[in-house]
Each structure stands twice: as structure tokens, then as C-alpha cells.
């Protein structure tokens, strides 16, 4: 019988404090130097509370659910948020005109070596302020926290991208055009929504495989996880931006072609960093693409969250505002040259038995 090779000895294990430690007093640099260069640019930081009555809406994010128990005896679901945002909205409709938090944020059913149940998510918001003004502020903190880790290039399992360096500025349609050979915006129809028989058979003959019973979000997100996002923030880091109003339930559609929407996204290293909008202040509207998202979870998982009814609330009196989630992990992780994100991580959660 051939012996079974020792299991990696655990996390708080003396022996691997010696590799742990020098990325973990990293990390409190890296984040530091960003709360300084927040609060010079006048952010006040927040703290969202995690407990929350909706988790979020987006179809393929899973929460954490708890329960509320009254002294009465009664109770009422509650849930840990997937990301600050509907809080910190509420926050620019009572008057907050720059803020950022550190949030700790919970997502079920994601583990390996780039999520985790539990991580920070640096969210930041400008009230009156375009949504390109995030790419900036996307780019100046790549720099930084390269600096404070004391290195010149971001790394990941063996691709570099230097933090200094201009981001590349990609469109969708550009993106799938130049690495898959699809018409993307061809597959939209005038109001936005996704043709999914069109886009189907564009992938078919780039080669991508097409179930039959996708949807038009499904096809789309085989296409950018297969052909374009491996390639992205190569060298130098990427910014994919104007994504298709499928792909951007909280986002504001860009003025010169309502098919797309004011949303980027920030790679390096093949690494999704960063996810930024101009928001969406319509609240009739946004409901209506909540509701979509919740149907679609519903169909694909069989469970719905709830909407944020007082969110949908703050919405009326928000002001025009762009809005970034950024994985603070992920970005230690690249500025470290760890190889997981847990190798940046004080306590990482438990595994399930």
C-alpha cells in the first residue's frame, strides 16, 4: 500500500509563520497607505453593518443566512452582506459625498485560490462624479500598494503586470471581437436585452461550447471566462469597460449606445480586481432589474432573496454618484506574490468537515 502524503500542516502552525508573516505585515501597509490616500483626497471612512434584510440581488452570488430573534420570541430573516453597497448608497442619499469602507464581506459557496467565504472588499463612492474618474483611482492604487509591499511588478502564478504602467482601456465588443471573432453588440437588440439564439451561434462557430438551454448571460459568460479573461492584465494591468446592460443591473447605460452600460472591471495578471459603475439612481428601474436578477436565481437555484426595500427608498433622493468594489485581498495577493489568497489571510475560515 503506497503511504498517503502528509496533509499540509495548518495555517497557525508555527513552521509557516516564517512565509506568512513577512505577507501579512504587507498587508497592513497596503492598507494603511490606501486609507491615507483616501482621507488626503477628502473620504470619510464608513463602516456598513453586515447584517442586512437583502444580501444583495445578483443571480450568482449566495449568502449567509441568519436569524433575528426578538425578546418576544419572535424573529425575522437576516443575511450578511455580499458587499456594502446598498448601505453605503444610503449613505450618499443622506448627504455622504466621498466615502470608503473596508468591509467585511461573505459569500457561500466560493473557495479556492482566489475566494474565500469571508474577505475585505474596498468599496469607494463619489457623489457628482463620472465613473472614468474611478479608472484613475483604480490606477493610482495598483502603484500604491505596490509601494508599501516594497516591489515593482504584481505576480500570480507566474504572469507579471506592472502596477506603474498606463492601464490598457478595453471595450466588451473590442474584446470580443479581437479575441473570439464575435459581434457582441450585434446580439442585443435596440433595448438592451440579449439575443440568445444570436449569440449561441456566434460562439458555436468561435468554438466555445453552447448548451441548449443557455441564455443569452450564460453564453456570455463562457465567451469571457474561456477566451477573453486569461489574457487580460497581461504586462500591464486592464481595464474591460461598457459592459452589455445584461451585465450591469446597478449601473447607469453609457449615453452614446444604450446597449452598454457605465461599468469597468480592473485585471492583472489575469486577476479580476476591481468592479466599478456608474450607478443607477432610477429606483422603478432599478427594481425592475432586481426582480430580473432574483427570477433568474430562482430559476437556476430554486431560492430568491428579498429586495431592499429601503434601499429602493434612498435611490429617489441619491445623487448622481460612481461607485468601486475592489477585492482587497486578491490585490495584497498580486502585490505579495502569494499564491492563494488564504496566504494573506490572519485567520482564514475553518473547512467544512
Known amino acids: 500500500m503506497t503511504p498517503s502524503s502528509p496533509s499540509p ?11 506568512r508573516r513577512p505577507r501579512l505585515e504587507a498587508r497592513g501597509r497596503i492598507r494603511r497607505a490606501i486609507r491615507d490616500w483616501f482621507e488626503d483626497r477628502g473620504f470619510t471612512e464608513v463602516e456598513a453593518a453586515a447584517l442586512q434584510v437583502s444580501p444583495g440581488n445578483e443571480a450568482h452570488l449566495h449568502a449567509f443566512e441568519t436569524r433575528a430573534l426578538t425578546l418576544e420570541g419572535g424573529g425575522a430573516a437576516l443575511y450578511l ?38 474577505f475585505t472588499m474596498l468599496e469607494w463612492y463619489r457623489a457628482d462624479e463620472d465613473w472614468e474618474v474611478l479608472m484613475a483611482d483604480c ?9 508599501a509591499a516594497g516591489t515593482t511588478a504584481l505576480t500570480w502564478r507566474g504572469r507579471t503586470c506592472d502596477p506603474f504602467a498606463a492601464p490598457r482601456r478595453l471595450t466588451l465588443a473590442e474584446a470580443f471581437r479581437d479575441l473570439a471573432g464575435i459581434d457582441l453588440l450585434s446580439t442585443l437588440g435596440l433595448d438592451g436585452r440579449g439575443e440568445a439564439a444570436a449569440l449561441a451561434e456566434a460562439a458555436r462557430d468561435a468554438g466555445v461550447r453552447v448548451a441548449p438551454d443557455d441564455t443569452w448571460s450564460d453564453v456570455f459568460s463562457r465567451v469571457l ?5 486569461p489574457t487580460l492584465g497581461d504586462g500591464r494591468p486592464t481595464l474591460l469597460c461598457e459592459y452589455p446592460a445584461p451585465e ?13 452600460s457605465e461599468r469597468f472591471e480592473l485585471y492583472a495578471c489575469g486577476v479580476e480586481l476591481a468592479n466599478a459603475f456608474g ?34 427608498a434612498a435611490l429617489a433622493h441619491m445623487p448622481d454618484a460612481s461607485g468601486a468594489a475592489l477585492g482587497f485581498d486578491r490585490l495584497v495577493m498580486l502585490a505579495t506574490g502569494a499564491r492563494t489568497i488564504e ?3 490572519w485567520t482564514p475560515v475553518a473547512e467544512a468537515p
Not at 444610503?90 to 475566494?115: C, Q, Y
Not at 490606477?139 to 509601494?147: D, N, R
Open 9 to 19: 500542516s495548518p495555517w497557525w502552525s508555527p513552521d509557516r509563520r516564517p512565509d
Open 81 to 118: 452582506h455580499t458587499s456594502p453597497e446598498f448601505a453605503c448608497k444610503k449613505l450618499l442619499a443622506s448627504g455622504e459625498t466621498r466615502i470608503f469602507d473596508f468591509a467585511r464581506v461573505f459569500r457561500n459557496r466560493e473557495r479556492g485560490p482566489l475566494h474565500h467565504p469571508e
Open 139 to 147: 490606477a493610482a492604487l495598483l502603484g500604491l500598494a505596490a509601494e
Open 225 to 229: 471566462v474561456e477566451r477573453i479573461e
Open 248 to 260: 450591469a443591473a446597478l449601473a447607469r447605460r453609457c449615453a452614446h449606445d444604450p446597449r452598454v
Open 279 to 312: 450607478e443607477l439612481t432610477d429606483p422603478v428601474e432599478q427594481r425592475r432589474r432586481l426582480e430580473a436578477e432574483m427570477d433568474e436565481k430562482a430559476r437556476l437555484y430554486g431560492e430568491r432573496y428579498p429586495l431592499d426595500e429601503d434601499f429602493l
Open 343 to 345: 496566504d494573506v489571510l
